[in-house]
């Protein structure tokens, strides 16, 4: 029942932005801790950044620090990925997920 739904991706140049979004439905989020993984072509996924129910603790890969933002909106069931300063490494399917569940991933490419 827990549904996640990702957008936001998209084609970028290095150095540049994207906001990536992730809509909730089928569980209690504001009592769910939210996490964003990727997965980039021949690498195994990997958690990017990761947020504790009220938004007040936030945790982030090394690769992604100082670039990355996670935040949550509880009123609007939402978690969102604040990405600047992109890298072509970034480039990957990005999930946010919950229980053990993922939605079917938005697409990051990063590239000149």
């Known amino acids: 029942q827990v549904r996640l739904v990702e957008s936001g991706g998209g084609l970028v140049q290095p150095g540049g932005s994207l906001r990536l979004a992730c809509a909730a439905s089928?569980?209690?989020?504001?009592?769910?801790?939210m996490t964003w993984y990727r997965q980039a072509p021949g690498k195994e996924r990997e958690s990017v950044a990761a947020?504790?129910?009220?938004?007040?603790?936030?945790s982030y890969a090394d690769s992604v620090k100082g670039r990355f933002t996670i935040s949550r909106d509880n009123h609007k069931n939402i978690v969102y990925l604040q990405m600047n300063n992109l890298e072509p490494e970034d480039t990957a399917v990005y999930y946010c997920?919950?229980?053990?569940?993922w939605g079917q991933g938005t697409q990051v490419t990063v590239s000149s």
């Open positions: 089928g569980f209690t989020f504001s009592e769910s801790a």
């Open positions: 947020i504790s129910y009220s938004g007040t603790t936030t």
């Open positions: 997920g919950a229980y053990g569940h």
